[in-house]
């Protein structure tokens, strides 16, 4: 039985305490190794997610795990026991980062062979590949991910039985042989086009490459958020299971879904106290990932629970979601929440460049990769996007939602349990004072999101939450927090922006992730 991971480590920079063995608040490369060694040793992740970026220690992460942890990976033979999987660029998207695809592809074969001089005993050289996956982001049809797999088996894995010349010896004489023969690719599907036909380009894709086995398939969470609103996220993601069940169904091929979510509850609410009803809302998924916050911003011992609680789950049939009329609340979050974009836009990219780093990149993703946009407009990314918000005492979960009628809410609720619960956990961090400083249709709409919801003695700080016709009446909110924004707002109002980076980050130590 081919084990299949059920907790993914991945190095989304959403954590406000510094991990255990980092030096700074900054994670470098250098330390990512580490902490590769630190989720699976101790804290019992069972795969690492690990960003090929042009990062100098990409190359040699498989080699600098085994020279710095010899006894560790002895008895836990990495690609059989843990697993360590690369996230690569999409050459569609990504056009100054695509050559790393290639450099990435190419690196697969030499981690083999160092796997093949460390496992030396008991080793047929058919064995174990130390790396055999990668994810590859923002997939919009089946062609991108038939393009990296025919890559890799026709330009990697046939090329070697080529002559270099006419009547040369062959590339695998002259190299030696190169292993794995095959790899698994598994898909991102981010955008709401891409979810809702995710069905129909895995299904195309497992086709052509005549898979029979299984098939993983990851959902991102926090992309479909910051694109069309939280909520709409979710029900893009249910329904987006729902297909990928029937597909499993329909091929006799499993397939194994990623459910990628942070802490924040705008992109996901997955975090060490909340993980069993995350599970119980999401009972198809195989594999869900834990960001930095949920690693370093809660006690160790909790959070190892936490990690435990997720493996020791076994995956079930997916809850019953009504893909048309889902898809249609879905259209009606994503238009309003986007008309609150356009508004907010020039406050949030004036907030985010002070939101502190927590890893350091080799490309800086601003100046040579891509940014996200929703509309016409340009937005950072989701950390801190949700970051710069919730520093102005506005939860990014209110956008899109003043669109919605008590109808549409019950039918939510039927498929999306866990609404109230998110919505109490982020309306800890709401700031009545500091809503004046929004534009007024902003203000309209968060007075509407507030009269919808009617939530009492919910939230892990036991958030009580009511909502008035005439005016805001909100208990129970988090005052150190709210205390914090109004600062931020004072300093930002008199461009006074020297002290705001620690403070963005002292708020975020109360909520326990930094966006």
């Known amino acids: 039985m081919v084990k299949i991971p059920r907790?993914?480590?991945?190095?989304?920079?959403?954590?406000?305490q510094s991990p255990p063995f980092a030096s700074s608040h900054v994670i470098n490369g250098e330390e990512e190794v580490i902490e590769a060694y630190y989720a699976f040793d101790t804290l019992g992740c069972d795969e690492q997610l690990w960003d090929s970026e042009g990062k100098e220690v990409d190359n040699f992460v498989v080699k600098k795990l085994f020279t710095k942890y010899p006894d560790y990976f002895q008895k836990h033979v990495l690609g059989k026991d843990?697993?360590?999987?690369?996230?690569?660029p999409n050459p569609e998207?990504?056009?100054?980062?695509?050559?790393?695809l290639l450099e990435t592809l190419h690196s697969i074969p030499r981690n083999f062979d160092i796997a093949k001089r460390f496992y030396s005993k008991g080793f047929d050289g058919k064995g174990i590949a130390p790396i055999f996956e990668v994810f590859l982001p923002m997939c919009s049809s089946e062609k991108s991910i038939i393009r990296v797999h025919e890559y890799y088996k026709t330009f990697i894995i046939k090329s070697q039985d080529k002559p270099i010349y006419?009547?040369?010896i062959s590339i695998a004489k002259w190299l030696g042989e190169l292993n794995p023969k095959d790899i698994r690719v598994t898909p991102l599907f981010e955008t709401k086009e891409a979810l809702l036909g995710v069905d129909k380009f895995v299904e195309k894709y497992i086709r052509f490459e005549k898979i029979k086995e299984l098939q993983r398939v990851w959902l991102a969470r926090s992309d479909p958020a910051l694109n069309y609103g939280s909520v709409?996220?979710?029900?893009?993601n249910k329904i987006a299971l729902s297909k990928l069940h029937q597909l499993e169904q329909k091929t006799s091929v499993e397939i194994f879904p990623i459910f990628g979510c942070g802490s924040a509850p705008f992109r996901g609410n997955l975090k060490p106290t909340n993980v069993e009803k995350i599970l119980a809302g999401y009972p198809s998924v195989q594999t869900f990932t834990v960001q930095s916050a949920f690693k370093y911003d809660f006690p160790e011992e909790q959070v190892k629970e936490g990690i435990e609680a997720i493996k020791s789950r076994r995956r079930k049939s997916p809850l019953f979601v009504d893909a048309k009329e889902a898809a249609a609340i879905v259209d009606k979050i994503e238009k309003d929440y986007q008309a609150c974009i356009n508004l907010l836009v020039p406050m949030i990219n004036r907030i985010s460049p002070l939101v502190p780093q927590r890893r350091r990149r080799k490309l800086h993703i601003g100046l040579f990769g891509y940014s996200r946009e929703t509309s016409k407009v340009k937005l950072p990314r989701a950390i801190p996007f949700c970051a710069s918000l919730y520093s102005l005492g506005l939860p990014p979960e209110f956008l899109g939602l003043a669109s919605l009628k008590e109808s549409d809410l019950d039918k939510i609720r039927q498929w999306y349990k866990n609404i109230d619960q998110d919505?109490?956990?982020?309306m800890q961090y709401f700031n009545k004072e500091t809503l004046s400083y929004f534009p007024g249709e902003i203000q309209k709409k968060v007075q509407s999101v507030l009269n919808l919801f009617s939530l009492d003695n919910a939230g892990d700080k036991g958030g009580n939450v009511k909502a008035g016709k005439d005016?805001?009446?909100?208990?129970?909110?988090?005052?150190?927090h709210a205390a914090i924004t109004s600062g931020i707002v004072h300093e930002l109002k008199h461009q006074n922006t020297a002290k705001i980076?620690?403070?963005?980050?002292?708020?975020?130590?109360?909520r326990q992730f930094l966006g």
């Open 7 to 16: 907790c993914m480590s991945t190095q989304h920079p959403d954590n406000v």
């Open 82 to 88: 843990v697993f360590l999987t690369l996230r690569v």
């Open 93 to 100: 998207i990504e056009r100054d980062e695509g050559k790393i």
């Open 166 to 168: 006419n009547r040369d």
């Open 232 to 236: 709409a996220a979710v029900l893009l």
């Open 423 to 426: 919505l109490a956990d982020s």
């Open 471 to 480: 005016n805001i009446k909100v208990s129970n909110i988090d005052e150190g």
């Open 501 to 510: 980076g620690e403070m963005i980050a002292e708020a975020g130590r109360i």
